[in-house]
């Protein structure tokens, strides 16, 4: 009864993934539609500016990534629950990958807007430490074993995350040229850009969901698997 039960339950899962996915790829094409022709070009950057309704979303759903390898981390410590650990893990991993796309839109984005790729601004230069931060933090969980290996990494997903509230910080506690998009005193964004960037927001973070549904699955298994291994 209990096996029989299990490809049900495995086929269910893999049946809401995909109706899932299916809605990501609707509300993707609704704000890709919604960047090219509802949001009108801004005016001293033209079409470039467009990288906008990525850079940012990428931007919060990272530090949500990376706010989540925090909790999980201290989950883990906590009660040295499995759960937790593969929560920090999936959730690490998808952050390096968006903030990777972050850096790349940010250096296009540079390009048009101050003539260069990269500049040691603060909000960047923190952005790519916390990069450099997380990577090492993935290097670590390849390389760790067993439960000290999980300690050590728990250990440095609840230190990393220091550096996460001061890239969000940065563009307004220093002196930066980064543009403070959100609460800029010189007016805020109009409503047609407000729009597109909540319905980007949204499509972004749907698939931010998935990505990590699939990888703590993904994770578990593997964790599973490397236990069965080690028992024979």
């Known amino acids: 009864m209990i096996q029989s039960g299990k490809p049900r339950r495995h086929s ?11 809605g990501i790829l609707l509300l993707m094409v609704l704000a890709q539609s919604a960047v090219w022709f509802y949001a009108p070009v801004e005016r001293s950057l ?9 850079h940012l979303p ?20 906590w009660r040295r629950s499995e759960a937790f650990d593969h929560l920090a893990a999936a959730s690490a991993e998808i952050g390096v990958l968006f903030s990777t796309l972050v850096l ?5 984005w540079a390009r048009a807007s101050w003539n260069t790729w990269w500049t040691w601004d603060p909000r960047l230069s923190t952005a790519l430490v916390m990069w450099f931060i997380y990577c090492g933090y993935l290097v670590l969980r390849n390389a760790a074993v067993r439960e000290k290996g999980k300690l050590l990494c728990a ?34 964004l109009p409503e047609e850009m407000w729009l ?16 990590l549904r699939l990888r703590v ?7 599973g698997l490397d236990m069965a291994c080690r028992d024979r």
């Open 12 to 22: 269910s899962d893999r049946s809401a993934i995909s109706v899932c996915a299916a």
């Open 46 to 54: 033209g079409p470039v500016q467009k990288i906008f309704y990525m």
């Open 58 to 77: 990428l931007a919060w759903w990272a530090f949500v990534a990376f706010f989540l390898v925090f909790v999980g981390s201290i989950g883990y410590l």
């Open 104 to 108: 790349l839109t940010g250096m296009l």
């Open 155 to 188: 250990v440095l997903g609840i230190v990393a995350f220091a550096d996460v509230p001061l890239v969000f910080l940065s563009a307004r506690l220093l002196r930066s040229i980064h543009p403070a998009v959100i609460a800029d005193k010189r007016g805020g």
């Open 196 to 211: 597109t960037l909540l319905v980007c927001l949204a499509a972004w973070g749907g698939l931010f969901a998935v990505l």
């Open 217 to 223: 699955s993904q994770v578990a298994l593997k964790a």
